[in-house]
Every structure is written in structure tokens, then in C-alpha cells.
């Protein structure tokens, strides 16, 4: 059984969490940039060699061409949607615990937890999914030598004038087949490891800092576990890569990336998912494998580090509020 967190304040909650968001995204967000370039790179066509030879490859390429700013291409809607999305996501843990409780003392099971854990993935799919869609094609477009979008939100705003409200939104249910499991698995394995890590005769809260940390950062190599495969699906969908051709029309090209004609993927996802395991096999699932997990654990412990810091100044400057 995992013993349940002491309350504490919803406000210093969303405050301490937004900034603990800002961390893992400053710390995660060049990997995550690899990750994007080498899950949506086309395959390489006969007797070439492929644009980026793995993780390594594709962080140097990415800093001699672009230098240190181009591994932070794509970073102003991750960070502007960060404070609110680690808001609901923790609103939706604590909602989806109280909703299993039939008294505030109840301790929860670990399914009970990955259940709990599940709906905050539901409750961040909405600020999640557009701020994803803009983060990959700003981090493509770079490789590609051409500048469609100035920014954030100059593609926010051509998204919309293009496709509407649904182009900003493209990819929500593969966002949702990512974040429900993977955000259950998330908070399930870290209730678990920092009851492991707690002394005999201590309270979990009383857990150091440096536990917390590692919990965190082992609880996020288990939520990208199980997030990669549909991660792939969805950064190839909310892109519209494709494999490689020898010629398309320029309206249908961003650099080296091939974009899908409209209506290339009718049935949606499915289709994505068909193309990529005949064109690529099985294996093309887990692209950015290695730049993921690499990313995972000094992020979220970044992430922890950033709250455990902010919840403590919080309570210092404001002990009532």
C-alpha cells in the first residue's frame, strides 16, 4: 500500500509545480529536440546514408550547424503551456485519488494510484497537444534550411488560418494513448519507490531531497517506457512526415522532410502506424530511444529539484497562504 501525501496548498501547488515545469523543460528540451529530429527523419534512400547516424550524431550536427540555440528550437510553447499544464496534472492525480477514497484516510493501492495517475493524463491532453504539435514543426523546420514559421506563435496562427481549430489540435487521441498510460505509470512508480526509499520508522514525508530526486528521475524513465512507441506515432502525425521520395511538388515539402498530402492519412493514426512498420519495421517505434531516456532522468529531476526548492521558498515568504 502507498501511504498517502500530506495536503498542502493548492496555490503553492501551482506556483511550486509551474516552476519545477520550467526546469525539466530547460534541462530536457535539447534531448527532446534530438528525440523529434531523429523519430521524424525520413529513411535514407539506397546507398545513402541517413541524415543523423543516432543520438550522438544528430547533438553534434545539431550544434555545428545551428549552434547551442538550435537544441532549444521549439521551446516557447512547451514553457508557455508548462505552468498550467503541471497545474491540472497534479489537480487530476489528487481528483482521481478522492474519487476512489471513501474517507480522506484511505490508502490507495498502486492500481489505485496508476488509476488516479491515468485521468491527470486526460486532464493535460488539452494543453498538451497543441503545444507539442507547434514544439515539433518548430523543431524540424530547422533542419530544413527554410523558416515557415518566426515562431510560437506565428505558427500557432498559420496553423489556424490553414486548418482551423482542428490544425492546432491534430494528434489529441495519439497525445491521449501517450500521456494516459505513461502519466499512470508515472505516478504509480514514483508513490512506489519513495515508500522503498523511506527509512524504517519514517514518514514519506520526511523523505530527503536527493531520494525525491532520484525517485523522480526513475519514475520518468518508467513513464517514457511505455510513452515512446505512441510518441513516435504521434510526432510523425503531428508533422506529416513521410519516407523519402525523389520529387514533390514544393508546396508539399519543408526541407528535408517530406510533408503528407491532405487526406494522405484518412483513417488517421492507423494509417500512420501501417506506413511506419512497412517502410521502416517494428523497431522504428522506439526512435529517440536512446535520446529519451538519456533526457528522462535529469529532467524530471530537475523538475523535482525546481519544486522542492520553490515549495520551500513559498513557504518561507508566505507560511499562509
Not at 535529469?298 to 507560511?319: D, Q, S
Request: some cysteine.
Amino acid at each position: 500500500m502507498a501511504a498517502q501525501p500530506k495536503p498542502i496548498s493548492p496555490l503553492k501547488n501551482l506556483l511550486a509545480g509551474g516552476f519545477g515545469g520550467v526546469c525539466l523543460v530547460f534541462v530536457g528540451h535539447p534531448l527532446d529536440t534530438v528525440k523529434v529530429r531523429l523519430q521524424t527523419q525520413p529513411p535514407s534512400l539506397p546507398g545513402q546514408p541517413p541524415m543523423y547516424s543516432g543520438t550522438v550524431d544528430c547533438f553534434r550536427k545539431t550544434l555545428v550547424r545551428e549552434g547551442i540555440t538550435g537544441l532549444y528550437r521549439g521551446m516557447a510553447a512547451p514553457i508557455i503551456g508548462v505552468t498550467p499544464m503541471f497545474a491540472v496534472c497534479f489537480f487530476g492525480f489528487g481528483l482521481g485519488k478522492k474519487l476512489q477514497q471513501k474517507h480522506p484516510e484511505d490508502v490507495l493501492s498502486y492500481p489505485q494510484i496508476f488509476a488516479a495517475g491515468m485521468l491527470s493524463g486526460v486532464f493535460t491532453t488539452g494543453i498538451m497537444t497543441p503545444g507539442e504539435r507547434i514544439k515539433c514543426l518548430l523543431q524540424i523546420q530547422a533542419s530544413s534550411g527554410e523558416t515557415k514559421y518566426a515562431g510560437a506563435l506565428d505558427c500557432a496562427k498559420k496553423l489556424y488560418q490553414e486548418s482551423g481549430i482542428r490544425g492546432i489540435y491534430k494528434g489529441t487521441v495519439l497525445t491521449l494513448m501517450r500521456d494516459v498510460p505513461a502519466s499512470g505509470m508515472y505516478f504509480m512508480t514514483y508513490e512506489w519507490l519513495k515508500n522503498i526509499f523511506t527509512p524504517e520508522g519514517k514518514s514519506v514525508s520526511e523523505l530527503s531531497a536527493p531520494r525525491i530526486l532520484v525517485a523522480g528521475g526513475i519514475a520518468g524513465i518508467f513513464n517514457w517506457a511505455v510513452a515512446i512507441p505512441p510518441d513516435v506515432l504521434k510526432s510523425r502525425f503531428q508533422t506529416g512526415c513521410r519516407g523519402p521520395v525523389k520529387k514533390l511538388p514544393e508546396a508539399l515539402t519543408v526541407g528535408f522532410f517530406p510533408t503528407a498530402p491532405p487526406g494522405k492519412y484518412p483513417n488517421g493514426f492507423r494509417d500512420v502506424l501501417r506506413e511506419l512498420i512497412q517502410n521502416e519495421g517494428v523497431t522504428s517505434l522506439y526512435k529517440g530511444f536512446n535520446a529519451v531516456m538519456i533526457r528522462a532522468f535529469p529532467a524530471n529531476a530537475a523538475c523535482f529539484l525546481g519544486f522542492e526548492v520553490a515549495m520551500k521558498f513559498l513557504n518561507w515568504a508566505v507560511p499562509n497562504l
